[in-house]
DNA sequence: TATTGTTATACTCTATAACTATA
DNA sequence: TATAGTTATAGAGTATAACAATA
């Protein structure tokens, strides 16, 4: 025991200030988020699963999944998305039951745009030097858990693609 | 010029991977505030909102500023939220046009135990020590661009109370 | 006149349950 | 029978517009 315990000072003006500023970096997040979304007349679900989309077209199910909602809720976004001609629906041709959704030309240029213009942090993150950047992936590894690269699903860096 | 140009290497892999990072610490951010919100019932909003008048009653029209939503919105949520019995509604001696919410006793044990079981960042702080936690500290400051410690409202410390 | 809170309306997201068409 | 997607339904959050009470 060098200091003082700083497992059991929950709440040090220390870790509270940190938790201050990762809840700013939050709301930032989320502002820039609804606002590249905003650009597009698109809610920030429709965003989200179109930039999920982007990536590769999957089955109502999975998008379920990705997004942690009911299933029945997908139909709905997808055929506003599809109403839009963003997205469109495909046969699977292993099962039956199952319908694609894949973006459209359209969709894939939105999509684009959208990661573009959203990025959260690429501004931010200008700020820091190349070891900053490096001294802060470090620190946020350990916070996460992410002791040597496991993630559940490659294709799923987080919740907000 | 000493490496190579952080700047204008908008895609390097450290920056995305830095910004994947934070996605996935929003994402945990937003399970632990729903599940901690959840155990009582609550939605993420009336949460929010709770967890704002705990620190001081507020007028309806400066729920809906901290919220950044629009004022007939909070209407709802107060309601939900008195028909609880966790918030009332109060008439301002100053101005009899605003009503002033403010939380019950009950309301104010409800926004303490939640203030407890959420504190993200609370566990996973706990994983770095005093030195790494002040080096987060630095780099999250300088991300959001607090050089000095200047936020607009000192009662609002981010988005999410 | 301007402002505060409310109501009315409409849209989206969400969960639950029941339905259909496949498997 | 089990699964994928859908529909129907209900609750909640959101924005817009119009309203009553007060300033």
Redesign the pocket.
Known sequence: MATTSSRTQRTDPLTLEVVELIGTVVARYHEEYDAAAGKHA?????AR?LGLLSLEP???????QK??????????????LEARGLVE?RP?P????????APTEEGLTVARSLRESLNFAREPLAELSREERLSLRGLLRRMVGEDAGLLADPATPAGYD
Request: glycine share 6%; hydrophobic share 40%; aromatic share 0%.
């Open positions: 698109l809610t920030g679900a429709q699963v999957l089955p109502m199910r999975r998008i379920a997004l942690k909602c009911e299933p029945s809720n997908i139909t709905g976004i997808i055929d506003r629906r699977d292993a099962d039956r039951r199952v319908k694609l959704a």
